[in-house]
């Protein structure tokens, strides 16, 4: 970096300012001034030199000094710095302590002339502060001096000869020896030095190791293991979340946990606390987060990222839509892309498709395939057991304990259709897979002295062909031979066993891994949601583990170095960007080591002699083995403080420690052998993914020459497997580095992979590796929250009385911090920043919370008071106006009720005037009735008088009134009783109608039952057809010579049958004794005879079978047509009934018959033979 002069620095606003108000202070000396900042430092090649700690103010008050000056009351922190040991995990601080001092007390200094406020804390007990109580503000400044315990003889750890930690209590000291009473009871003698202080028993098992008075390595194992044998998996360790894994369900995961956190009811340590804290973060900040989970193979980070995802899923929308598609990845991407390894069943694979280990297993997808395709597809694909191809039985291991592999291969199918992958290519996929199993069964048989091979021509190359879409032909051609550019001309090379075997394994590692790289692109297509939000997002990093077996390869190789890269980023954002950000800011603090693994990522990366570029050239080399690779490195790297070349191979000093890598197959996994010929094979293929593969290979490939051009030059300018690898890391970094991380260290508690076990030593070589103590201990000596003087004034500014609200804002800030009596070892100012420790910010929060919800209450009662007077004023000029309009409303209403009452009163007149009317009417009408009645009297008795003496008068009968009256009881009677005859029969036609309609639901059942009767009969019938004239054949073919008709009756000539039916209501008709004749197109025929002149014994019960048939299906069709109605009175179902079990007993009663007529013609069959054998014995003689 060039160095730049103090005038060539930009200067931000801030700064300007308070320039200004330096020089103008130094002319006019004012009364109140800023506090002064550290001068700006020159630049540097660096960045800004750190200032010394400056004195803050506890006060407001100035005073003036003789020279202009202002001199500030200044508060200065007791006691000395604090030393550390530079070891880099578990490392002791020296501080020297008075006498008796108890490592129990805090203390923090105020100001010159104020008294010393300390809190002891006998007992180890903890003193938290109230919620929004800001009355002072200390930092827990434990060491690890272990020189009072000895004095004191309490509780410490000893280190034991074999280098286990183990709890005691110091009983005495001689010197530098110490004698140490365990928890066991067993009394021991250790060095002093080899005494480390314990924890009370109050902070066992605390959640955050923050809390931890005395932060080493058994303290930090002791707690860990206290909680995980309680079952809690999740600890606190400053920035970082530590998930120990359980090896069993432990830690609940369901909606109800998931809404408690959501709504803060939670707050211990757990995935999902840092995913709603990654959440928030975005939300707000509106920016790139990433949650990273580390550690080594089989600690459980793929669970661990599935739990994260599950919870953003569930508060993204849950259950259905994307957040379903992004849940159902995870079974997809295992599936393909892990595989079981010997210390994890489900470990992260790059490159596992045509090698095997012992105890391990290829990806799961092919094992689950094997056990779970549907019959169909297995046919289609030729799919046999897992254990018959090559590429998966190299290990005795097929199946995983406790898992179902066809289990797993529906739950992939449903969460393929979840996706949204259609059925045509899923297909497709499986189709490749079966295609690569079949490649690996394809052997070669060596042909001659020079090691030539040819392909052996089975089903492997069969289906393998069939599978891909390409002749097999082209196939074995592509797997044996090449061709190679002589000057004009072009040669075919036959090749020998290892490189065919090398070309029939790199063409199943290019389908297998262009097919995960196709299946990643079709999920991710199927999850775009547009850049309309690509503002915001949360990844998580779920990250292949680091590993170190007995036998390490190229594939551990590679995994360690992503592992490296890994850390680095780790401790960049754990220690490097802090720290140098703090040296930027000029804030001064004790710097806290950590071993940093530049130099093993140099080992790795550099160029030219770093391992990866030496890789590539000696893989280069035609007749390059193991051993040049070995000793190309020990020509470059011996000198690396990090490798070491060992017999065989070389080893590497990763940061989670020291790995022998063989180096017999790095060459050959390194090198991407897929020539020309089998790119030009996969381009020719049929089959639809074998073609987008190598359309792919071709694009990337960039170059302006013509097709045939670029296969010809693409086998020699693909970049080798840890060149692409290294490529790839290096693009996962950048997005890194553009994102804020949220870590969680995943720490594996046991190698044997069972629940309740811990491993004291496993644990703490992998807390050594992730700096956890390191990372707690930056975070407790640190300032994790950081503001800059403008957010911080225009957050808290609401805090100050108005009058101090026109100052800068640096001024602002300290007096928001003495408003409430802030200590300064809780903040420091630097630069641009204000630095704060952990805590202080939720306090002043609270505060600004409360006043900001009383001035809204304030406001609140206010205005309510104003609205309740301006109510009143208007409620009496409301209700004088209502008085108003009452009034003058209820005066027309007066008035109108008056108009009314006018003309009630002449209506009433009227009305009376018009009763006088009627009654006089009345009267009169009366009158006019009885003169009417009188006259009339008159009339019969003039007409009575005049009838002659011997004349009969017509007599009318007048009935009496009792028998008048018993007539209309009698009427009533009548009409009582046919209205219930009525209602009965009403009651009547419902309950029919109910039948009818209970016959019209039932009546499809009955249909279908007779339908499928009709077929039966007509399939038994049919048989008995074909049994007759089987019959009926054989007796014409064994009879002689057709003969004369005899007319002598056969004893066996059959009556009809009680069996026919009626038609019309379905009774059984009786037949006659006498045989009966059947017309068949008007001609009457009569039994048939045999050629010997006796009865044919088959044709009367072909007849029969006829006339049978004709009858049975009469009948059925009657039964159907009953719905009709032209038989209301008949059961279809007792019908139904009666009808088969008549066709039973005929069919049993026929087949008993027709045996009987068949052994009776084969008996005249015999019978005529022996007639003509005699006529033919007779005549010879």
Not at 203 to 217: K, P
Not at 353 to 379: K, M, N, W
């Amino acid at each position: 970096m060039l160095s730049v002069s103090p005038n060539s620095v930009a200067r931000s606003s801030l700064e300007e300012m308070l320039e200004s108000l330096r020089q103008r202070d130094e002319s006019e000396a004012p009364k109140d001034v800023p506090p002064a900042l550290p001068a700006r430092p020159r630049a540097s090649s660096r960045a800004r030199l750190p200032s010394p700690k400056r004195v803050l103010p506890t006060s407001s008050e100035v005073s003036e000094s003789g020279s202009g000056e202002s001199s500030l009351n200044c508060c200065a922190k007791e006691g000395e710095r604090k030393e550390q040991r530079g070891n880099s995990f578990g490392a002791k601080r020296i501080k020297e302590t008075e006498p008796g001092e108890s490592p129990y007390v805090l203390a923090a200094s105020a100001n010159k002339g104020q008294d010393q406020r300390a809190e002891e804390k006998d007992n180890a007990e903890l003193s938290t502060l109230p919620p929004g109580s800001l009355v002072r503000f200390r930092e827990s400044e434990w060491d690890d001096n272990v020189g009072y315990f000895i004095k004191k003889k309490l509780r410490v750890w000893c280190r034991m000869h074999d280098g286990h930690w183990e709890s005691g209590q110091i009983k005495s000291t001689a010197g530098e020896k110490a004698l140490v009473l365990l928890s066991d009871g067993s009394v021991v003698t250790v060095p002093t030095q080899e005494l480390l202080p314990a924890n009370p028993d109050i902070l066992e098992g605390v959640d955050d190791l923050l809390q931890l008075s005395y932060l080493n390595e058994p303290s930090v194992l002791h707690n860990l293991q206290c909680r995980y044998s309680k079952d809690k998996i999740y600890s606190k360790a400053g920035p970082v979340l530590l998930a120990v894994n359980p090896f069993k369900d432990v830690e609940p995961c369901g909606n109800d946990y998931i809404t408690a956190f959501r709504q803060k009811l939670l707050d211990n340590p757990h995935v999902y606390a840092v995913a709603e804290t990654a959440y928030n973060e975005m939300m707000t900040a509106k920016k790139f987060l990433v949650m990273i989970c580390s550690g080594e193979s089989g600690s459980g980070k793929s669970e661990t990222a599935k739990i994260a995802l599950q919870y953003l899923a569930a508060i993204g929308g849950g259950g259905g839509g994307i957040e379903s598609e992004i849940l159902q990845t995870s079974c997809i991407l295992e599936a393909f892309g892990n595989a079981k390894t010997a210390k994890n069943d489900n470990s992260s694979r790059f490159s596992r498709v045509v090698q095997l280990a012992q105890g391990e297993r290829s990806f799961h997808i092919f094992y689950q395939l094997c056990s779970g395709a549907p019959s169909d597809l297995r046919g289609r694909l030729r799919l046999k057991k897992a254990s018959d191809y090559n590429y998966l039985n190299q290990s005795v291991c097929l199946e995983i304990q406790n898992i179902d592999d066809a289990q797993k291969f529906h739950m992939l199918m449903g969460a393929l259709n979840t996706v949204n992958i259609c059925k045509e290519d899923q297909e497709h996929a499986f189709e490749t897979l079966a295609a690569v199993l079949w490649l690996g069964n394809i052997s070669f048989l060596v042909t001659d002295k020079q090691n030539h091979i040819e392909v052996v021509a089975d089903e492997a190359v069969i289906n393998a062909a069939s599978l891909i879409g390409c002749s097999e032909q082209d196939l074995i051609l592509a797997l044996s031979t090449r061709k190679i550019q002589a000057g004009k001309d072009e040669v075919t090379r036959r090749l020998t066993l290892q490189q065919a075997i090398d070309s029939r394994d790199a063409l199943a590692k290019f389908i297998y891994a262009s097919l995960f790289d196709w299946l990643v692109e079709k999920i991710n297509v199927s999850l775009s949601m547009g850049k309309h939000n690509t503002w915001r997002s949360i990844s998580l990093l779920d990250i292949c583990g680091f590993e170190s077996f007995k036998k390490n390869s190229f594939e551990q190789f590679c995994r360690n170095y992503a592992n490296e890269r890994l850390q680095q980023h780790v401790n960049r954002h754990l220690f490097k960007l802090k720290q140098e950000e703090y040296e930027l800011e000029g804030i001064e603090r004790t710097k806290v080591d950590f071993e940093d693994n530049q130099s093993c990522l140099d080992l790795f990366e550099k160029k030219p002699t770093g391992l990866i570029s030496l890789l590539d050239e000696v893989s280069n080399l035609p007749k390059a083995t193991g051993l040049t690779f070995a000793t190309k490195l020990k020509q470059q790297l011996n000198a690396h403080h990090c490798f070491k070349v060992d017999r065989g191979g070389f080893s590497i000093r990763h940061y989670g420690g020291e790995v022998l890598y063989d180096t017999g197959e790095f060459l050959e996994k390194n090198r991407d052998s897929l020539h020309s010929e089998t790119i030009q094979l996969l381009s020719s293929c049929t089959g639809e993914l074998p073609q987008y593969f190598a359309s792919t290979l071709l694009k990337q490939s960039q170059s302006p020459q013509s097709a045939s051009g670029q296969l010809a030059m693409l086998s020699c300018q693909r970049e080798s497997v840890a060149t692409k690898f290294k490529v790839q890391l290096f693009k996962l970094m950048q997005h890194l580095e553009s994102t804020a991380p949220h870590f969680i260290c995943c720490i594996k508690p046991n190698s044997k992979q069972i629940s309740g076990v811990f491993e004291k030593d496993l644990v703490l070589q992998q807390l050594r590796c992730c700096g956890v103590i390191e990372g707690v201990r930056i975070s407790r000596s640190g300032y994790p929250i950081r503001m800059t003087h403008q957010e911080f004034t225009r957050k808290y500014r609401c805090l100050l009385p108005e009058n101090m609200a026109c100052q800068d804002p640096l001024s602002m800030s300290m007096a928001i911090l003495q408003q409430f009596d802030v200590l300064p070892e809780m903040y420091q100012v630097g630069y641009t920043k204000i630095y704060f420790r952990a805590g202080l910010i939720g306090a002043l929060e609270d505060v600004r919370k409360q006043i900001l919800q009383g001035t809204p209450g304030v406001q609140k009662c206010f205005r309510g008071d104003r609205v309740r007077r301006d109510f009143h004023v208007l409620k009496g000029v409301v209700v004088t106006l209502q008085s108003y309009v009452r009034g003058e409303i209820a005066r027309k209403e007066y008035s109108v009720l008056l108009r009314l009452k006018k003309k009630q009163v002449a209506c009433d007149k009227l009305d009376k005037q018009l009763m006088a009317a009627v009654q006089i009417q009345s009267a009169i009408r009366g009158w006019f009735a009885r003169r009417h009645l009188s006259h009339l009297r008159n009339s019969k008795q003039s007409n009575a008088s005049k009838l002659k003496p011997g004349r009969r008068s017509s007599e009318v009968k007048v009935l009496p009134p009792e028998t008048l009256s018993s007539v209309v009881d009698e009427l009533q009677k009548r009409v009582l009783m046919a209205e219930a005859t009525l209602e009965q029969k009403k009651k009547e036609n419902e309950a029919l109608r109910e039948q009818v309609q209970q016959f019209e639901a039932r009546w499809p059942e009955y249909e279908a039952k007779m339908k499928s009767m009709e077929e039966m009969w007509q399939k038994q019938m049919a048989s008995l057809q074909m049994s007759l004239a089987s019959a009926q054949k054989s007796t014409h073919n064994t009879i002689g010579q057709p003969g004369r008709l005899d007319g002598a009756q056969s004893p066996q000539f059959y009556d009809s049958e009680d069996m026919s039916m009626s038609l019309s209501m379905g009774t059984q008709t009786p037949g006659g004794s006498t045989p009966l004749r059947f017309v068949n197109n008007g001609i009457e025929e009569l039994p048939c005879r045999d050629t010997n002149g006796g009865l044919n014994p088959v044709g009367p019960l072909m007849k029969e079978f006829e006339r049978r048939r004709q009858n049975f299906d009469e009948e059925a069709q009657a039964i159907v047509e009953v719905k009709s109605g032209h038989f209301p009175s008949v059961n279809p179902v007792e019908e139904l009934r009666r009808l088969k079990n008549r066709f039973e007993s005929w069919k049993k009663d026929y087949k008993v018959r027709l045996k009987e007529a068949k052994a009776k013609a084969q008996k005249l069959v015999q019978n005529d033979s022996e007639k003509h054998r005699r006529k033919w014995w007779s005549k010879k003689k």
